[in-house]
């Protein structure tokens, strides 16, 4: 279904009805989609997760791996398990690897946009890491990418942003730079000016989300779906002289000292001091049916970003299994109406929008002559479309870390679209704080972590975006 919707920026919480992905038609026979769904909620439980998205799922693991019980761990899901971004992406684990850094150091200096830079490259190695020791059947397939510029301008803006972050001293030892000719013979795309390679990798994320909670489900966590947070409200003092936090949610209120905001796009809904901050804007993505030239020998043996401007980009990546291509839309669009570019702001993702869907479907078919419309067979081509909630982040970095002013809680959200790259070491991060440990501990860039003073700082109106 499309849809004619006016924008929104207050968050409120996730709709009801959510449209299916790719990923979630593909995954409907997992046990706990629906789990608990008309279970009371515990009138106490120590840690209370909310949201069951990689980063719901990942905190979780990794507290349980830290040593707390999973028994004394509750998640809160609003609607079906994990059925928010992490259900709903491109399936890109992508890196950035030099791009932004000429926007992160404007907004945070060289010596954090150089550990951004670095922080996205070790995540992809991290996830790489753990699906191969877990033996995680997401699909995941670490490959290359190209960063495919497709103006001159564009190979212009990346050519500044590769030397700026080489002459600061970042790695740029696994890029590889093609022009003209060669740029077009590696990536297949006839428009190409220059394109950029460097190691990244796809995946099949709502089965790598679905992993993570049927492994902490096993260890004796409960996961409570269609079971939104209604409230975080202080309630007095634990015997330990902890703060307790009452969570309520239509069904009963439980009673916690560790509260944790895994709501990324959502966090301002229970986080108000968030508001502004993180902003919700819906994202859209497509499934194609390759031709016989997409298809078994000849499949796009890398992923791509074809890229027009900062902002103007189509996000490609062919799928090992099956051979399906998913197509990301651009998160902004100059040749989109008003109305198609205002969709973005909705939190509706119970319906697509049917121009940002031909613009890239045509963007694909020209960018790839052999996906032309006219010659595909009936059965090849556009075979679904959806839309899911991404968190932008007016300073273009995650909020990681306690929440000043409400003791015992803490958030991981705001991961502006790019979360793959960034969830598989924040995750991780929040947990290693929740158990004692320091920010340095974590590993984490220092801009990363919510602060009163960074809040202080965007208050003012620092702003910028690379994505
Ligand atoms: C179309 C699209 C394409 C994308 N493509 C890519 C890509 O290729 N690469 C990439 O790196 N990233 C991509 N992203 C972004 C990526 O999916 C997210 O950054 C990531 O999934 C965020 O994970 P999360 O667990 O923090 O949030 P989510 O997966 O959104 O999980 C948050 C969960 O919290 C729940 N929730 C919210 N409020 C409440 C509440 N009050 N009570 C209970 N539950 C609540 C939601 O229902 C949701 O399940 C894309 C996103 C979209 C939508």
Redesign the pocket.
Known sequence: MADNLEPRQDPG??VPNPCVSFWQQTTRSFPYLNVNKDEPVPTESKYVI????????LTTYELIQGGVSASDIII????EA?????????????PDAFRGFQVYKQLHGKEQALKIIANEKLVFERVKEFTEKHNVQCDFNPTTTFDVCMTSEFADFNARSFKQYQDAGGDVSHIKFYSGEEARRVTRVSQAVAAYEWPAGSSH?AKL?QWLLTQCIAQGVKLYTH????SVTKSGTSPADSVVWEISTPRGTTKATTVIH?????AP??LPQLTTFITPN????HAFVPPPSLSAANILPSTMSLRHTLKHFY?V?QRRPDGIIIL??PIANPKLSPDAALARLTTN?GVYNEEVRKDCVENFETTFEEAEKGRLRHGEGLLHT??????MTTDSVPFVGRVEGAEGQWV??G?????????FTCAPGVAKLILGGSWADTGLPECFEITQERLEKLQKGVSGSVF
């Open positions: 919480l996730p909310i949201g069951s998205g990689i980063s719901g799922g809160l899901e609003a609607r994990a059925s928010g971004a992490s259900s709903r992406n491109a399936g890109h684990v992508r994320p989300a079971c939104p947070a209604l895994c709501t990324n796009a959502f809904y229970l819906r994202a859209q993505a996000s990546a990301g839309a993702d959806w839309t899911g909630i991404v968190g991981c959200a991961f502006n679209g790019h979360g793959m790259a960034r969830i």
